[in-house]
């Protein structure tokens, strides 16, 4: 099992900054991929980012590109979201996830973290 503790979502002002972190705990040498992903009201839970655990290959979503940075402290086994430029339309709860797996697809994760809500202002 790894468990995973998201933290660093708030309340922010359309073009400002957050940055979010998880830190995994458990059966971390499992882990292939840490992932980002969001969920606003009403919409399908999308991918956001990801970041290959041991290579530190980084993917992001065409939304996201050039205004969020994934990365990670494997001695801290915490993975970050910055996400500066920050758009109404980020809204969203932003969830964590681990993979052995692949890193595009909601199913190839199999821990979840429970979530921060990231709410920007217009």
């Known amino acids: 099992q790894v468990q995973l503790v998201e933290s660093g979502g708030g309340l922010v002002q359309a073009g400002g900054s957050l940055r979010l972190s998880c830190a995994a705990s458990?059966?971390?040498?499992?882990?292939?991929?840490m992932g980002w992903f969001r969920q606003a009201p009403g919409k399908e839970r999308e991918f956001v980012s990801a970041?290959?655990?041991?290579?530190?290959?980084?993917y992001y979503a065409d939304s996201v590109k050039g205004r969020f940075t994934i990365s990670r402290d494997n001695a801290k086994n915490t993975v970050y979201l910055q996400m500066n430029s920050l758009k109404p339309e980020d809204t969203a709860v932003y969830y964590c996830a681990a993979s052995p797996r692949g890193y595009r697809s909601s199913n190839a994760y199999d821990y979840w973290g429970q979530g921060t809500q990231v709410t920007v202002s217009s």
């Open positions: 458990g059966r971390t040498f499992s882990i292939y991929y």
């Open positions: 970041v290959s655990w041991s290579r530190g290959t980084t």
